[in-house]
């Protein structure tokens, strides 16, 4: 990819990934398209951004014409609790929207990064080593979202050629951008409060474990999956990837190494946990690790190391 436009690029993963990208493939090829949030700081000055809401198709198509685009990173969506608060916006702007963007790829000849997510399983699914290719039976709006975009990624590239390739994300952790309503939002308060008032309130029950990664290991997943020789990938899309699972008490349990007397105690969101209690524990990433070379760097003990001390960093500033 020589021209790339990112979705959602004020998003958790889209504010770092547009910057990370920046850096590989120079500022002025990355195009950050906002939709009501626009960039600050220096996703704002490192390069240029145009207004993309991705549910207009006029407004992809005049953007990817305009910059000569030939790659596009589509992380626009709602999140798994704001999903199921507003399920005909859900589908809304995680399926129609995709179509769109995928249209646009089949004309433009795009190559299309999209992530699926850990969401994309179900109850019915084997929740230990959960394997890459199994029974997909989602009991949330998000979940069902997230199925219908493996599939249309996977029509697109047999039906029309479209490059898209895509990962299984599980909970994405990071001290940059605030979460903005997902289910594994909790395991980034827990790092807010401990460092500001060293005791933090879990709206998951102990016990629940799910599959997490830090941000940086996620950037890098979505670069190098794109980067990869499409002669090896045989699945192309919705890679499982992992790098750790835990439960709320285990990562209070490494906080607490790292800042003496944080406490955390529990009240429980019904919301998010039946949504949790949905989710595999643990995914198999081999396929992915075989197929393209996944790696991921940081474990559970060496991501809450960084995250507290860069977050403590931001927090003084």
């Not at 090829?29 to 000055?45: C, I």
């Not at 941000?215 to 670069?223: F, N, T």
Request: net charge neutral.
């Amino acid at each position: 990819m020589k021209k790339i436009l990112v979705t959602g690029s004020v998003g958790q993963i889209g504010s770092e990934l547009t910057l990370a990208l920046r850096k590989k493939y120079g500022n002025n090829n990355v195009v950050a398209g906002v939709n009501k949030t626009l960039p600050s700081g220096e996703l704002k000055d490192s390069g240029p951004h145009e207004i993309v809401n991705c549910t207009e198709i006029g407004q992809i198509h005049s953007v990817v014409k305009k910059h000569n685009i030939d790659g596009i990173y589509h992380l626009a969506a709602l999140l798994s609790a704001v999903a199921e608060n507003n399920p005909q916006l859900a589908w809304q702007v995680n399926v129609n929207a995709l179509v769109n963007v995928l249209e646009v790829a089949r004309e433009y000849k795009c190559a299309v990064f999209t992530p699926s997510s850990i969401g994309a399983f179900g109850p019915t699914t084997p929740p230990d080593n959960t394997p890459q290719d199994t029974i997909q039976r989602p009991t949330t709006m998000y979940g069902v979202t997230k199925v219908s975009g493996e599939l249309l990624c996977d029509y697109y590239y047999y039906k029309f050629k479209v490059d898209a390739r895509g990962l299984r994300y599980p909970g994405i952790i990071s001290y940059v951008t605030p979460p903005g309503g997902g289910t594994t939002d909790y395991a980034v308060h827990i790092f807010y409060e401990a460092i500001k008032n060293k005791k933090y309130t879990c709206f998951l029950k102990q016990g629940t474990k799910l599959d997490m990664m830090y941000m940086p290991d996620a950037l890098d997943a979505a670069i190098n999956l794109m980067e990869a020789d499409p002669g090896k990938l045989k699945h192309r899309n919705a890679f499982n990837v992992t790098a750790m699972s835990f439960a709320p008490e285990d990562i209070a349990a490494e906080v607490k190494k790292l800042i003496p007397g944080f406490t955390m105690d529990y009240n429980i969101d019904p919301l998010r946990q039946g949504i949790a209690d949905s989710w595999p524990n643990h995914m198999d990433d081999s396929v992915a690790r075989k197929e393209w070379g996944w790696n991921p760097v940081y474990d559970l003990k060496a991501m809450c190391k960084d995250m507290v001390e860069k977050l403590s960093i931001k927090l003084k500033q």
